[in-house]
């Protein structure tokens, strides 16, 4: 009886894990398209300053998802048990993300952060294009390794950064994304009891 039980649990252990890499593979698809397209419009129709500063947001948003995500597994829960018994915004968010930290941060920073350095890869390539039109003082390949060595070092230094603001301020900041999801769930607030009519 226990060993039945025992390959049951790891049958169903096995099928979860197949159908949250089976997710996974489908959100990095879907994501990666999105933000391809996105990037893609903004940086064909954009000026060289206007295609550096999407390329500095792409470096920014990749920083900004890996911040949460070692955030998420930095924080303890027990905070926001006292919140959600005080009902303040966000706090049944925030235990719902805990919880399932390991899922958050694999998304925060595995598929937002890899999708944002390889698009940022892409976006620097289109702006060192558009640098060596406007000025042809150095060659193509110059300004596109410096870019890349640019991209790089702002994605390296600024996630190093970031991982000690998150490690230092974890409950913070997964409030902060827990009031953010609360909003979005709730856009013009959470609705009011009814009231019970009277007889």
Not at 3 to 29: E, P, Q
Not at 139 to 168: D, N, R
Request: with cysteine; charged share 15%; hydrophobic share 50%.
């Amino acid at each position: 009886m226990k060993t039945d039980k025992k390959h049951h649990k790891a049958s169903k252990s096995g099928s979860s894990r197949v159908r949250w890499l089976v997710t996974i593979f489908l959100l990095v698809l879907v994501i990666s398209a999105a933000f391809s397209f996105l990037s893609q419009e903004l940086l064909n129709s954009a000026s060289l300053f206007g295609a550096f500063v999407v390329l500095l947001a792409i470096i920014a948003i990749g920083i900004l998802f890996d911040l949460l995500g070692v955030a998420v597994t930095a924080a303890d829960e027990k905070p926001f048990h006292s919140m959600a018994a005080r009902k303040v915004v966000g706090a049944a968010e925030a235990i719902h993300l805990l919880r399932n930290a390991g899922k958050v941060s694999t998304i925060c920073c595995d598929v937002v952060g890899d999708i944002c350095g390889i698009i940022s890869g892409t976006a620097a390539a289109v702006v060192a294009m558009e640098a060596f039109i406007h000025f042809d003082a150095l060659p193509f390949t110059v300004l596109q390794l410096l870019l890349s060595a640019l991209v790089a070092a702002l994605t390296i230094c600024g996630k190093a950064f970031c991982k000690t603001i998150a490690l230092e301020n974890s409950t913070q900041i997964v409030h902060l994304a827990a009031r953010v999801l609360s909003y979005c769930k709730h856009p013009f607030g959470r609705s009011k009891q009814k009231t019970k009519k009277k007889p």
